[in-house]
C-alpha cells in the first residue's frame, strides 16, 4: 500500500450550518393552538345561542387554517445550509425542505463575498462569488447575524489564501 492512497484530510478552518429561526417551539405551539380554539369556541358559541350558526364554521375554518400554516412553517424548518472551508477548498451546500440537495465546490482563493447592504437595514444579501457565477448564502439569518457571519467567513477566506499549515512532529 503506498503513502498516497491514505491522504490526510485537510484540517477545516470554518464550519458553520445555517438553519431557519424558528421562534415558537412545540409547547408554546400548543399553548397558542390552544387558546386561539378556546377563543374561536366562545366566540363561536356566542354566535350559535344569536342564531347565527353559519357563523361558527368560519371560526372553525380560521383554527384549521392557522394550524395549517405552522405546519406548514415547520416542515420548511428542515432547510439548511452548509459552509465548510479548508485552505483547498470552499464547500457550499444546501438542502430543502424536501431534502433536494445541491452542493457546490469553489476554490478559496477565487472566491469572493458580494455584500448587498442598505444604510437603515444593514446586510441584506450575501453571496459567495466565483468564476462569475453567484451562490446566494446565510439567507435564513437575520442581518446583524448575516454581517457577524460574512466577518467569520471573510476572515476564513483570508485565512485560506495564505495556504495550509502543517506541522511535522
Do not use: C
Not at 356566542?46 to 405552522?70: E, H, S
Request: glycine letters at 6%; a positive charge.
Amino acid at each position: 500500500m503506498s503513502a498516497d492512497s491514505n491522504p490526510v484530510a485537510e484540517p477545516t478552518i470554518f464550519s458553520a450550518v445555517i438553519t431557519p429561526n424558528r421562534s415558537l417551539d412545540r409547547v408554546g405551539f400548543i399553548v397558542l393552538m390552544s387558546l386561539v380554539s378556546f377563543v374561536s369556541f366562545v366566540g363561536g358559541l356566542v354566535f350559535f345561542i344569536a342564531g347565527a350558526w353559519p357563523v361558527v364554521g368560519f371560526f372553525g375554518l380560521d383554527v384549521a387554517l392557522l394550524y395549517w400554516a405552522f405546519k406548514l412553517n415547520y416542515a420548511h424548518a428542515a432547510a439548511y445550509e452548509e459552509v465548510t472551508v479548508t485552505a483547498a477548498e470552499l464547500k457550499l451546500r444546501k438542502v430543502s425542505h424536501r431534502g433536494k440537495v445541491q452542493e457546490w465546490t469553489l476554490n478559496p482563493q477565487w472566491t469572493k463575498l458580494d455584500r448587498e447592504a442598505h444604510a437603515d437595514f444593514g446586510l441584506l444579501r450575501l453571496f459567495l462569488v466565483s468564476r462569475g457565477k453567484r451562490f446566494a448564502v446565510a439567507n435564513f439569518l437575520a442581518p446583524q447575524e448575516r454581517e457577524s457571519f460574512a466577518e467569520a467567513l471573510s476572515d476564513a477566506l483570508n485565512q485560506a489564501r495564505q495556504g495550509p499549515t502543517r506541522t511535522t512532529a
